[in-house]
């Protein structure tokens, strides 16, 4: 009888320490990061008021879209890339495409510079330190050398 309640004492705490590890690691999990939540960041960082605050998701919203449509070009020029390396003609296509290509990346980094200077253009003098730590976050944020890639999925 005494080996018995060894045995359910320890099979009990077993089941606690199990649940308690799994909530543990449920509840300090990471969160994803987000557009919300680096908006949010930005807000506190920068000390907006509430109209800054509505001109630079004005802003982010703009520059977001405009960075999205210049992708979608680049995604196609890309398939057309490649789809013309079973053309005669490919020499000429593959040229005028990355030259294509190389108008959109000088797009994308106008368009990047013009959403600088647009929140900067509503910032007071006080929130300037504030928009150098936005800008070093999003440029981290799109251009982090060792982003974290999952690795691929094992074959059964």
Same mark, same amino acid.
């Given at each position: 009888?005494?080996?018995?309640? $060894?045995? *359910?004492?320890?099979?009990?705490? &077993?089941?606690?320490?199990?649940?308690? &590890?799994?909530?543990?690691?449920?509840?300090?999990?990471?969160?994803?990061?987000?557009?919300?939540? @680096?908006?949010?960041?930005?807000?506190?960082? &920068?000390?907006?008021?509430?109209?800054?605050?509505?001109?630079?998701?004005?802003?982010?919203?703009?520059?977001?879209?405009?960075?999205?449509?210049?992708?979608?070009?680049? *995604?196609?020029?890309?398939?057309?890339? @490649?789809?013309?390396?079973?053309?005669?003609?490919?020499? !000429?296509?593959?040229?005028?495409? !990355?030259?294509?290509?190389?108008?959109?990346?000088?797009?994308?980094?106008?368009?990047?510079?013009?959403?600088?200077?647009? $929140?900067?253009? @509503?910032?007071?003098?006080?929130?300037?330190?504030?928009?150098?730590?936005?800008?070093? %976050?999003?440029?981290? %944020?799109?251009?982090?050398?060792?982003?974290? !890639?999952?690795?691929?999925?094992?074959? @059964?």
């Amino acid at each position: 009888m005494n080996k018995l309640k $060894i045995y *359910q004492w320890a099979t009990w705490s &077993m089941l606690l320490l199990n649940i308690s &590890m799994l909530c543990f690691f449920m509840l300090t999990k990471q969160k994803h990061p987000n557009h919300k939540n @680096f908006n949010n960041a930005v807000k506190q960082e &920068m000390d907006l008021n509430e109209e800054q605050e509505k001109l630079f998701l004005v802003s982010a919203a703009k520059h977001s879209e405009q960075l999205a449509i210049i992708s979608d070009k680049q *995604q196609a020029l890309w398939q057309s890339y @490649f789809k013309t390396l079973s053309s005669s003609d490919t020499l !000429i296509q593959n040229d005028s495409i !990355i030259s294509e290509l190389q108008n959109l990346e000088t797009q994308k980094i106008v368009v990047t510079t013009k959403h600088f200077k647009e $929140i900067k253009s @509503f910032l007071i003098p006080a929130q300037y330190k504030g928009f150098s730590v936005f800008q070093q %976050r999003l440029l981290e %944020r799109n251009f982090k050398k060792d982003k974290n !890639i999952p690795p691929p999925p094992k074959d @059964f």
